[in-house]
């Protein structure tokens, strides 16, 4: 049985995964990008359908990496004297 084609992703289309993953945790972005990078390797998957898997996965990717940045800026600031990167205590304002 031939299988169904799937047309390239949409802006809305693409606009709603990014809504969705804006809700992520890191763990559940990196979750879902470990499942789509699953199926981006499974030869069998037609050609649209991997173009809808990539950009779904980039969203995915944009989330961890805005994550990571998120915590990487809330615990490193410059030292104004030394120039230097020092972490920061949560705990003093």
Not at 27 to 53: C, H, K
């Amino acid at each position: 049985m031939p299988r169904k084609k799937s047309e390239p992703s949409t802006t809305s289309e693409q606009d709603t995964w990014r809504e969705d993953a804006s809700k992520l945790s890191y763990e559940e972005a990196l979750q879902a990008l470990d499942v789509l990078l699953g199926q981006l390797q499974d030869d069998s998957i037609p050609l649209a359908e991997l173009q809808r898997n990539h950009a779904r996965a980039s969203i995915y990717l944009d989330r961890c990496d805005l994550l990571l940045s998120q915590v990487e800026q809330s615990v490193r600031q410059l030292d104004p004297n030394t120039m230097e990167e020092r972490i920061l205590d949560p705990s003093q304002p």
